[in-house]
């Protein structure tokens, strides 16, 4: 029983173990947190200074006219749709590569994606994107060659939505060519009525003239059918001036319906035409400036160092720790043997 209670306090480590353990290895647990400490400082001057652009892309917009014959834009594509689809390797042209100076990678569209990190925010209206660069005009250089192929995948999409706007454009136009035509159809055949029933008017009025001044100088001797004719005739002036007003009212509200439909096709025409137009169509852009300070973000020279620096003292810490197992290790088999 003492011989195990002996054997049990010889395997426990005190703080007196400790010191001497430290006492014994400090010198090479020094010398190895030094040697990382250098090697992460040789590092950190080795690896090359980045710069960082970013940028937010605002996606294409494309113009429609509302009901009440307003004009609004919207989303050539949903923003989420759009930053899946810059995730895509394949999305990037080789000119893109070549501006970001990644045609040289094994996987240079996967490391453009991987760089870019396109992502939109929530409650964003943006698709965000950023890119290193051993340069500030590089990075920026790269981050416009982006936009680029944003504007491109998106501009097929605009040029459809426009073009059918532009086929309504012109069916408008069209109808509005056929409704002056059909005004200046109806002012004409106004005009030509409505001079005929005058020259008749004029010759109904002559001879009801004549008749009353042939009644008025044979007051005494008007026979029944002077009398009979001049009424007829009477008659007739008052029918043709009625006919001369009811063609002026026909015409005034054939002339109010046709202009309304004129004013209705022309605001739609100013709209649709207002649609195509910037700001409510126009292709893919920045929201702000690409930000690109001139201030390095890589490499971090003093987080590479302390960094080092604890990598060194641990590798030093498990080197001594794996010493002195040996050294316990031969001491036990030599008491063995």
Not at 42 to 71: C, M, N
Not at 246 to 265: A, C, G, P
């Amino acid at each position: 029983m003492s011989s195990s209670s002996d054997g049990n306090n010889s395997d426990e480590i005190s703080l007196l173990d400790i010191y001497y353990f430290f006492r014994d290895g400090w010198v090479t647990l020094a010398s190895i947190s030094v040697m990382g400490l250098l090697i992460g400082l040789g590092i950190s001057f080795v690896l090359p200074e980045k710069y960082q652009a970013r940028a937010l892309i605002e996606p294409g917009q494309v113009g429609y006219v509302t009901l009440d014959q307003g004009v609004a834009s919207r989303e050539i594509e949903p923003l989420a749709t759009l930053a899946e689809k810059m995730k895509a390797p394949g999305f990037y042209a080789e000119q893109t590569l070549l501006a970001c100076g990644l045609s040289d990678e094994t996987n240079p569209r996967q490391k453009l994606v991987s760089e870019l990190s396109p992502g939109v925010a929530r409650d964003s209206s943006f698709v965000s994107v950023s890119f290193e660069a051993e340069s500030i005009e590089e990075a920026k250089r790269c981050i416009e060659s982006v936009l680029s192929d944003v504007v491109t995948v998106q501009e097929q999409n605009i040029r459809a939505v426009t073009n059918y706007t532009l086929s309504e454009i012109e069916n408008v136009q069209a109808q509005l060519a056929r409704a002056n035509d059909e005004l200046e159809t109806r002012r004409l055949d106004r005009d030509q009525n409505a001079e005929l029933v005058r020259d008749q008017l004029a010759v109904a009025r002559s001879e009801l003239s004549l008749l009353e001044a042939s009644g008025q100088s044979e007051a005494n001797n008007v026979s029944a059918i002077t009398q009979v004719r001049a009424l007829n005739k009477r008659s007739e002036v008052q029918q043709f001036e009625a006919l001369l007003l009811t063609m002026q009212d026909s015409f005034r509200d054939q002339v109010s319906q046709t202009e309304d439909k004129i004013n209705r096709l022309s605001s739609r025409l100013t709209a649709l035409q207002a649609a195509i137009e910037q700001p409510n169509t126009r292709p893919p852009q920045f929201a702000t400036p690409i930000f690109a300070p001139d201030v390095k973000v890589s490499p971090k020279r003093g987080l590479i160092t302390v960094l080092s620096l604890i990598l060194g003292g641990f590798i030093g810490l498990m080197f001594l720790i794996g010493r002195r197992a040996i050294k316990h290790i031969q001491e036990h088999e030599a008491r063995l043997s």
